[in-house]
């Protein structure tokens, strides 16, 4: 679909600003729209054809599936024809390590369609913990009292020859694990053999985790364990049994590369007739502001802040942060209840 953009001001001038949305806690809760945020998105488009008129990505530390996929199920709840280039998600920079794992034996955990994400983005050997833990008998002590599991996996035979063989490179987090009892039992097994039993390895495998959310908001009224949560659980366990630490990587949200790469994709968004000559730097376009609206001081606040210039911190009352003034130590530049208002708020201010 091809859009044009231009400022509040006259469509002929670039726009200064832009804005990234976290998802969980300001745009939804957990499938429900809140804090207006089906009129707050509207108010970036010219007319009911979908012209946009304010770059915008969504920024979340969530996934599960992929950027096309969520693109197409948030614009069905939010009303409006949001692009799969305008969605970042927690994993979406797990894309850069493909160069090292292209055909490597990979396992993807998560809620949603883990295979799926790190398939599409390239890795040609990529299996589901489910489907590799399908692979092991009696691997899950507990699986017969899981009473929501069916027991079955649809199976190809290709990842069981390849998971009795291959060793796995490297273990990826996607999305938040279903059954943690299982992830946290068969990735030990895997951080400390390769996944190949009985074996003694020099090196753990790469581990991967798309964010370090220790809570987030879901539908509950007070906050769910994130994968930060899981981690943790994950670290300590590993260590108690094993006499090496846990190596990892986390990505998301507070790092500043995840709003360094925010800012590469808005300035992408803005077609290249916006990008005057006295406004370009390095052929890029230059944002005076960039807004961040997020509901999580410690992750979404302290990131825009760590981020500097031209990042502009919004907080909203409508997900994990709940007070009644700024929150002391990670304070955002402005607190308001809703989407609806810190919108409000930027309009005011650009117009
Ligand atoms: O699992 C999702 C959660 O960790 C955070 O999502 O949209 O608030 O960054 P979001
Ligand atoms: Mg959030």
């Given at each position: 679909a091809s859009r044009s953009y231009s400022h509040l001001r006259s469509p002929s001038q670039r726009p200064s600003f832009g804005i990234a949305f976290d998802i969980d806690g300001v745009i939804l809760r957990g499938n429900t729209p809140i804090g207006g945020s089906p009129q707050a998105l509207g108010r970036l488009y010219h007319d009911s054809f979908g012209t946009l008129k304010v770059p915008y990505v969504f920024l979340t530390n969530?996934?599960?599936?992929p950027e096309s996929k969520r693109a197409f199920e948030l614009s069905k709840l939010l009303g409006v024809n949001i692009l799969p280039s305008q969605v970042i998600q927690g994993h979406t920079p797990f894309k850069q390590l493909v160069k090292r794992f292209e055909n490597d034996l990979i396992i993807a955990v998560g809620k949603g369609e883990p295979a799926t994400v790190m398939s599409e983005y390239g890795f040609k050997n990529a299996f589901s913990i489910d489907e590799y833990a399908s692979c092991f008998d009696n691997i899950d002590p507990l699986a017969q009292f899981k009473k929501w599991t069916t027991g079955h996996v649809n199976q190809n035979n290709t990842i069981r020859s390849t998971a009795c063989t291959q060793r796995v490179q490297a273990a990826f987090i996607v999305s938040d694990s279903v059954d943690w009892s299982r992830d946290i039992q068969v990735l030990c097994d895997i951080l400390r053999t390769g996944g190949l039993p009985g074996r003694e390895i020099a090196h753990q495998p790469s581990l991967y985790f798309a964010n370090d959310d220790l809570e987030y908001q879901a539908v509950f009224p007070s906050e769910r364990l994130g994968m930060g949560a899981f981690r943790i659980a994950l670290e300590s366990i590993f260590s108690s049994i094993h006499p090496n630490a846990l190596e990892y990587t986390s990505f998301g949200k507070p790092n500043p590369s995840v709003f360094r790469n925010a800012e590469t994709v808005l300035m992408e968004t803005v077609p290249s007739s916006y990008q005057s000559a006295n406004h370009v730097t390095g052929g890029n376009h230059v944002f005076r502001t960039l807004y961040m609206i997020g509901d999580n001081p410690s992750v979404d606040i302290k990131g825009a802040k760590q981020a500097g210039h031209p990042w502009f911190s919004i907080l909203t009352r409508t997900g994990v942060f709940k007070g009644k003034?700024?929150?002391?130590?990670?304070?955002?530049d402005l607190v308001v209840d809703t989407v609806e208002e810190a919108v409000d708020y930027i309009f005011r201010k650009e117009g």
């Open positions: 969530g996934g599960g599936v003034e700024n929150h002391a130590e990670h304070p955002a």
